[in-house]
């Protein structure tokens, strides 16, 4: 599985970015995708998780209500609205898989492919 992230980008804080995931392959449908964001100096952290039907979603609570993430099967495409953006999200932002759909889908060591990270920069 390959997947490419893209999107990122500077933008004022209260404003908007859409990232987006591109994966490979023809079995996108049957995994659970995750986004992650890593900032300078600390770790890397979840920020939001879609089942693979696209059914449920799951959201770290510093983006609830600001963040949406969705995916569309049938390009093999996932995405993350982000709204009332902050600087403190400011980031490199990653997607990843969880292919065997068993781990716990809040934490990194369950996801078994990482795309190559997009840079959000959120000024004040």
């Known amino acids: 599985v390959q997947l490419q992230a893209s999107g990122g980008g500077l933008v004022q804080a209260g404003g908007s970015l859409r990232l987006s995931c591109a994966a490979s392959g023809r079995t996108f449908s049957r995994y659970n995708m995750g986004w992650f964001r890593q900032a300078s100096g600390k770790e890397r952290e979840f920020v939001a998780s879609?089942?693979?039907?696209?059914?449920?979603?799951f959201y770290a609570d510093s983006v609830k209500g600001r963040f949406t993430i969705s995916r569309d099967n049938a390009v093999g495409t996932l995405h993350l609205q982000m709204n009332s953006l902050k600087p403190e999200d400011t980031a490199v932002y990653y997607c990843a898989a969880d292919t065997d759909r068993s781990g716990n889908i809040y934490r990194r060591e369950s996801y078994d492919y990482w795309g190559q990270g997009t840079l959000v920069t959120v000024s004040s």
């Open positions: 879609i089942h693979w039907s696209g059914g449920t979603a």
